[in-house]
């Protein structure tokens, strides 16, 4: 059996010389507004055609802003709500004709800078920073390259960049009068060790409104942002002599764990016994198994936002921005909607 040799990518000198027409003429076709005959363009659209032609934009991007990838650096990205916010994210950037490269940085500091190095030689216009743990050294890399940087739930960190935040200040006050009315008494916030700028907002946002309310209220960080961690968390928690009646998971990830082992392994119902609010209103969430009273990051708006962000990067008398997203509380069935 003989091996096909390897195709060739064609060249637009080769697609000039199929249609009989000078280099820049092929150059003009295939540029947006460039004046160019109908004649000329159909013959070279059927050159390109027959010859698998392709513009390259990369090396066009090169001196087009709009043309140079962007950069999305995060961690976890296989977690429920980076997933689904990545997701959110590449369609809208893809719907604005922008090229996405994504670096994970769960592989360890060398590695994602490596791969960060990589895209500055391809002339990357921009960063996206989920919210997570990036290492901020990669973004000072960033910000030094004179990238324009945007930085997801991760305010206040750095100076010269975007921000898109949530008004966590609101949701966290919400999340706490929900298990107030409900009549709970003796509270807890399950995080995680991973400490991420959003969770800490989270953590300490939900224990101010329990002082301010002369609350007990116990702080448990069992383990990474994890579904394991919910369940290490609730048999530390649930096996107590002062058990909580309320408890808010900085992520509804941590909140599926600890609710499968609070029915399950302690026999609790949820909501008659105990309340539950998680946050992030992953798909999960809505499982008949689950219900969870949560709070939804509105992804879509926060997407259109940062593309707009990127579509304005040229304007030098912009100032950067911090727009703040409201999460609105989502109702199912962890919280009793009044005390008993």
Known sequence: MTQQRPKNIASAAEVAKLAGVSRSA???????????????????????????????????GLSSEKSR?????????????????LDALTQRLQLAGRAVMVINTSGGEASADAALRQTLNYRASATIVLSGTPQTTLIETCVQSGQQVILVNRAGQFEG??????????????????LLRAGCKNLAVV?????????LTREKLFIQAAEDAKQACTLLRAGPTSYQTGVDAARRLLASRDRPDGVFCVTDLIACGF???????????????ICIVGFDDIEQASWLGYQLTTFSQPLGAMADAISTLLEN???????????????PPVWRHTVRPRAS
């Not at 995080?191 to 969770?199: A, D, E, N, V």
């Open 26 to 60: 092929v150059s003009r076709t295939f540029t947006q507004g460039a004046s160019v005959s109908k004649d000329t363009r159909e013959r070279v659209l059927a050159a390109a055609a027959e010859l698998n032609y392709h513009v390259n934009h990369l090396a066009r």
């Open 69 to 85: 990838p962007v950069c999305i650096l995060g961690a976890n990205l296989n977690a429920p709500y980076q997933a689904s916010l």
């Open 161 to 178: 960049t975007d921000h898109i935040s949530i008004d966590y200040q609101s949701a966290m006050a919400d999340a706490h009068h929900m």
């Open 191 to 199: 995080s995680s060790t991973i400490q991420s700028p959003s969770l």
């Open 259 to 273: 609710m499968d082992v609070a029915k399950n392994e302690f026999g609790l119902r949820i909501p008659e016994d």
């Open 313 to 327: 990067a040229s304007d030098k008398e912009r100032k950067k921005q911090h727009l703040i997203f409201h999460a």
